[in-house]
């Protein structure tokens, strides 16, 4: 089992920067894509930042040349770095990780959700 763990929500005036990190647990991956999600109140879930096999990088439009994804393999962990933010940016942020991971000789499918992370960008 996979187990996804998030940090570096919270609260920032707008202009200001956060960065989220997602971690999954120890272990042998591979992973197919790596990306950030958001959910604001009354809205639905949407993509906001994606890294498909570990070459390419796709960025929403609203935060195109203001989010950077970036990733560790050495500890399987991805990393959103959010600059000039706004108050729209607000919402809550989840990491997403597919792939397999290695269970004795199998290797087992997953698709994981990080806890979630409150982004509070104030005006």
């Known amino acids: 089992q996979v187990q996804l763990a998030e940090s570096g929500g919270g609260l920032v005036q707008s202009g200001g920067s956060l960065t989220l990190s997602c971690a999954a647990g120890?272990?042998?991956?591979?992973?197919?894509?790596r990306g950030w999600y958001r959910q604001a109140p009354g809205k639905q879930r949407e993509l906001v930042a994606t890294?498909?096999?570990?070459?390419?990088?796709n960025y929403a439009d609203p935060v195109k040349g203001r989010f950077t994804l970036s990733k560790d393999d050495v500890r399987s962990t991805v990393y959103l770095q959010m600059d000039s933010l706004k108050p729209e940016d607000t919402a809550i942020y989840y990491c997403?990780?597919?792939?397999?991971?290695?269970?004795?000789?199998?290797?087992?499918?997953?698709?994981?959700w990080g806890q979630g992370s409150q982004v509070t960008v104030s005006s």
């Open positions: 997403n990780f597919k792939g397999k991971f290695r269970s004795g000789r199998d290797w087992v499918a997953f698709d994981e």
């Open positions: 120890g272990g042998d991956y591979i992973f197919s894509s």
């Open positions: 890294l498909i096999n570990r070459a390419t990088t």
